[in-house]
């Protein structure tokens, strides 16, 4: 009989709400530039409803969230981190850049993250974007 690790959840500290880290809708490593040193660190991403968590490991307890229903954009980043394989996700307060492995990874990642914030905005707005969206050069959400 296999077992499988549970991740621990993300508790928001500003709220008191625990938000439940596992079957994702989409999880992997990534490099994330940090926010206050402007390297780049390794962090596992788990991608579930419109959250998106990361931890230093792929079992510990994720240390940040970036609330997808408030995102912006994401789309590609090559040109403004000079890395290969990089993204952004821009939120009203911040933009976070991250890059993977290969080009697939990205584009997934991408395709991953736009979904849900088209999802996160479909329920938010209680219609059902029919992608007449500004920004479908940005995100694939098929």
Known sequence: MATTMARPPFHDQK???RYDCNNPDHAGWLRKESVWLKDWRPRFFVLKGSNLF???SEYETPHGRIDLSSCMTVKSAEQKTSKRNALEVS???TTYF???NTEKEKDDWIGAIGRAI???SSTYQGDNNN???DSDDEYDYR
């Open 15 to 17: 709220t008191g709400v």
């Open 54 to 56: 990361f931890a230093k």
């Open 91 to 93: 939120t009203h307060e």
């Open 98 to 100: 991250m890059y993977a």
């Open 118 to 120: 088209v999802q996160a």
């Open 131 to 133: 992608g007449d969206s």
